[in-house]
Nanobody, 127 residues
Framework: QAPLVEFGGGSVQVGGSLRLSCGVS????????LGWFRQAPGKKREGVAF????????NYDDSVKGRFTVTHDSAKKILYLQMNDLKLEDSAMYFC????????????????????WGQGTQVTVSV
């Protein structure tokens, strides 16, 4: 399997938008969770948004509900994170991840179980 690679990070002003992409070829052939996590300096990595390749409704952390949208293009094998109305506190390194098939969402969110990770892409929000 090729490694997960994120694209689309950058710098944006408060209220702006960014779209992150992650190639998930080889990681979405079976029913499993895909997701985005983020880690700000000095803080633990936290789950942001999750989508199931088997078609369940996406799941979001409360801090991003209504602003972020996670989608999975199964044909292009790309995972997206559309981020709107960005806030200063959204600044972080964002990671794409793919849970092993069968790993429940709760364990995936808590980073307790087998998963594959990208190297991350930096998102910086400024005034």
């Amino acid at each position: 399997q090729a490694p997960l690679v994120e694209f689309g990070g950058g710098s944006v002003q408060v209220g702006g938008s960014l779209r992150l992409s992650c190639g998930v070829s080889g990681y979405d052939d079976k029913k499993n969770w895909l997701g985005w996590f983020r880690q700000a300096p000095g803080k633990k990595r936290e789950g942001v948004a999750f989508i199931y390749t088997g078609g369940l409704m996406p799941n979001y952390d409360d801090s991003v509900k209504g602003r972020f949208t996670v989608t999975h293009d199964s044909a292009k094998k790309i995972l997206y994170l559309q981020m709107n109305d960005l806030k200063l506190e959204d600044s972080a390194m964002y990671f794409c991840a793919a849970a092993s098939p069968g790993l429940p969402l709760g364990r995936f969110v808590n980073q307790n179980g087998a998963a594959s990770w990208g190297q991350g892409t930096q998102v910086t929000v400024s005034v």
